[in-house]
């Protein structure tokens, strides 16, 4: 059973930026497919950001692109979220999850989720 654990969140104001990082006691990130997503309250969990093992290659949601950035940190054992100019919709829980399917780019049916952290952007 794979633990993921997210860090970072906290509350920002428009513009700034934050960091996430999802680690795991495992050393399982580059040999599984990591994925980021997010749930606004009142609406569904949407995919963010996930990166294919094994190589840098990453694939973005739209309304991400250009301002986030997923990157995977071997010597912390993480697979981080740079996230920059934040916005109000940025408002979220963010969550880190993985799979070993190697199938990339991969928006659903990951296998191992974290808890969860929370990211409020104020205008």
């Known amino acids: 059973q794979v633990q993921l654990v997210e860090s970072g969140g906290g509350s920002v104001q428009a513009g700034n930026s934050l960091r996430l990082s999802c680690t795991t006691a495992e050393r399982i990130f580059s040999s599984y497919v990591v994925g980021w997503f997010r749930q606004a309250p009142g609406k569904e969990r949407e995919f963010v950001a996930a990166?294919?093992?094994?190589?840098?290659?990453?694939d973005y949601a739209d309304s991400v692109k250009g301002r986030f950035a997923i990157s995977r940190d071997n010597t912390k054992n993480s697979v981080d979220l740079q996230m920059n100019s934040l916005k109000p919709e940025d408002t979220a829980v963010y969550y880190c999850a993985a799979t070993s399917s190697p199938v990339f780019p991969r928006r659903y049916g990951y296998d191992y989720w974290g808890q969860g952290t929370q990211v409020t952007v104020s205008s």
């Open positions: 990166m294919r093992r094994g190589g840098p290659f990453a």
